[in-house]
C-alpha cells in the first residue's frame, strides 16, 4: 500500500508543478506581461528551485528516511503556496512599484512567488524515492518507475493546464487548488490518525479559501475586469481621455502597451492615434474592396472600416478569448462583410497563399517586447506580396523607433520586407521631425509591389505629413531577419 502511495505522491506533484507554472505566468501577466523574458525568468527559477530542492531531498532522506517528514513537506508546500497565491497581488504590485527594469522585475517576481514552494516541490521526488526503496538489487526499477511517473504528471498537468484549466478559471485560484491537492498528498502519505485530520482539515480549508477567491476575488487585484483566455490574461478597464475629456475603455493585455480603446460614445470612432494611419490603405489604393486584417485585439479597427467603407473584410486572431472579450465588452457585431479566422497570422498566410487582397492590414506586434518573430522575416514578406494584387498595400505597426538602441527590431524587418516590395515608406506617428528619430513609438511601415502613384488629397493630408522624408539607411549590423534566424529579443532587451 505504501508502494501506491509514493507512486501517487510522484505522479501528482509532478502534474501540480507544472500546472502552478503555466498558472504562474498569467499571476505575472497583469503587471509585467507575457513577453519571452517573463517566461524565462519564470521557467529558470523554478528549474532553479527544484534543483536546489532535489539535493536538499536527497541529503535529508538518506538522514530521516521518515514518511512523517515527507507528509510535513508536502504540508509546508501546500501552505506556501496557498499564501502565495493569496497575495500574489500584493507582492507583485510592491515589486512593480521597485520601478525595476524588465528582467530585474520578472525574477524577483519568480522569486518571491514560486521559489519558496518549487524547492520544497523538488525535495519531493527523492524523498519518494528513498522511502521506496527497499532492496538495493531492486532499486534501478523502482527509482526509474518513480521518475517515469512524476514525468508523466508532468505531462497530464501541462495538457491539463494549458488546454483546460487555465481557460475556466482565475490563475490564482488554480495555484490555490493545486496547493489543497498537495494538502490531500499529505494526508495519503501520513501514518497517524491525528496527523491525517488535520491534514484534511488544513485541505478543506484551502479549498475553501480558493472557492472563495472564485467568487469574490484576490485582495489587491488590478483594477478592471480581469479575464483569462487560453493566450492571455485581458484587462478591461475605463478612463477619461484627457484630450477631450470622453470616456474611453480600454483593453490591456501587455502592462507596457494598451491594446485596444474605445470611446463609449461613440464605439466606431479610432481613439489610438497609430490606428488612423490604417487609413492610408485608401489613400494609395481608393478601390481597395477586399482587406486582409492580421490581429484583432479590441476590433477597433475593422469596427471602423465597416462603419466607414464597403469593404469584405478578413480578420485574423489568434486569441477566441480576445474576440469574445471585444463582442463582451467592445461592442463587436457580427456583420456579413467581416469573416473572423481564429488562428495564427503566420499559420493564416502559409493556407491562403493563393488568396488576394486590395490591401493587407498588420497589427500583431502588441508592445515594443511582445513579437511573434515570424511574422518578421523575409519569409512572411514574401507571402504577404504573394497575397496582395499588384497595385495592393501592406500596412504594418510596429512599436520602435527609426533609430538608435531601440530600433533593432524596426530595422531587421524593413530588411526582410524590402526584399519583396519595390516601395517603403515610414510614418512616425508621433513625428517625423528627425528630432523624435531615437524616441520609441508607433511606426508605421506601408509597403506596395510598385510605385507609388497616388495624388495627395485633404482628407490623408494630416497622416501624409507624418512621412520619413530623410534619407533611411537600415542599420549594416542588424541581420535580415529569416525564418531560420529573426533575433527579434537581442534588440527587444534594450526597450
Known sequence: MIQLRLQITAFLTGAVTMIIELAGSRLTAPRFGTSLIVWTALIGVIMMSLCLGNWLGGSLAD???????????????????ALTAWWSNYILTAIQDLGLNLYLSSVLASLALFAPSSILLGMVSPFVARL??????????????????????SIMGTF????VLISLFPSAVIIMACASVLALLSVLIYTGAWRKILALLAALSVSWL??????????????????????????V???IDRRNGRRVRVMVTDPSATQSLMYL???????????????????????????????GGGYSVPKHLLSTRSVSLDVVELDPGMTEAARKYFALEDNPAMTIYHEDARTF??????????????????????????LTTVEAGKLLHSMLKPD?????????????????????LYKAFNQSFDTMMIFPAVASDSRYAYALQNIILVAMNGAVTSTPSEEYKALLSHQWLEQFTPDAEVPTFRDEFAPVERYTLLQ
Do not use: C
Open 132 to 153: 521506496a526503496v527497499k532492496e538495493v538489487s531492486k532499486s534501478g526499477s523502482v527509482v526509474g518507475k518513480l521518475s517515469a511517473l512524476n514525468s508523466a504528471g
Open 210 to 235: 480558493s472557492h472563495w477567491a472564485l467568487v469574490n476575488g484576490l485582495p489587491f487585484a488590478p483594477i478592471g475586469e480581469q479575464i483569462e483566455t487560453r493566450y492571455n490574461h485581458i484587462t
Open 392 to 412: 495592393g498595400v501592406l500596412i504594418v505597426n510596429i512599436i520602435s523607433s527609426v533609430y538608435g538602441s531601440k530600433a533593432g527590431v524596426f530595422h531587421g
Open 160 to 163: 491539463m493546464g494549458g488546454f
Open 265 to 295: 460614445d461613440s464605439p466606431a470612432e479610432l481613439v489610438s492615434e497609430y490606428t488612423k494611419f490604417y487609413d492610408l490603405a485608401f489613400h494609395f489604393k481608393p478601390d481597395a474592396k477586399r482587406v486582409l486584417m492580421l490581429g
Open 349 to 374: 498566410l502559409n493556407r491562403h497563399r493563393g488568396e488576394q487582397y486590395d490591401a493587407i492590414l498588420m497589427d500583431t506586434f502588441s508592445s515594443a517586447v511582445v513579437i511573434p518573430f515570424q
Open 63 to 81: 538522514k530521516r528516511p521518515e514518511s512523517k517528514l515527507l507528509g510535513r513537506i508536502l504540508m509546508l508546500s501546500a501552505m506556501i503556496t
Open 237 to 239: 478597464a475605463e478612463s
